[in-house]
């Protein structure tokens, strides 16, 4: 199907698509201590830590970069271990999306809808160590140290437009693609560490404004270890 919503014209919300990133290798989960997740709401960027029982700390973030205009996330493995992942992206269901090609580390999809054409891409990124090949199944990165990809979806949509009679682009799918290609090969080029940098930057402008301080330490305890020193009875 491709039209979404009915009646008075109003669309649903649908899903657009999702980003699957698969371990190869169990090992890196045993034994696993240091464990931390976590999401920094005064820099907007998401994470988790911990190290397996090889004693290699694994650290992954996230984070929706506004100036950069991409999703970019990271994995960096500090020890022995490498990393063996596999990407997979995959449009949402009902969309009317084509099938998703991967090439050269790269996979994209795209489409069109009774009111909207959309894109969406991945680029892989790896160290110079590793292989990377792309395949119908997903992109397979072996033996790596660190990985980065950069992700980002649009559409043909412009609610800045003067023309408010439409509020989308002459664009077709594929000039879609090809813009947000080149959107994240800015990204890609400029690097994570700097793609990071501007997020914070920018994030913080706004979670900066203002602080609010209650006069409290922090706990030197996980939140489960809080909870029940509350509730010691339960």
Known sequence: ANTVGAGSGNRTFMNFGSLFIANNDNAVYEGVTDYVRYLDIEEGIAGVEFKNANGTKQVRKYFSSAPDQVIAGQYKTEGADKLNLVFKLEPGTGIGANEVVYENGMASFNGAMTSVNYAARLHVVADNGATVNATRGGI????????????????????????????????????????IEADIEKAEAKGFDAVEAAHVADFRSITKRMTLDLGLTTPTVDTKTLIDNYYPNN
């Open 140 to 179: 397979t990165v072996k033996n790596a140290t660190e990985v980065t990809f950069y992700l980002k979806g649009a559409t043909n949509f412009d609610g800045n437009m003067k023309n408010t009679t439409s509020y989308f682009t002459s664009e077709d799918a594929a000039a879609v693609n090809t813009r």
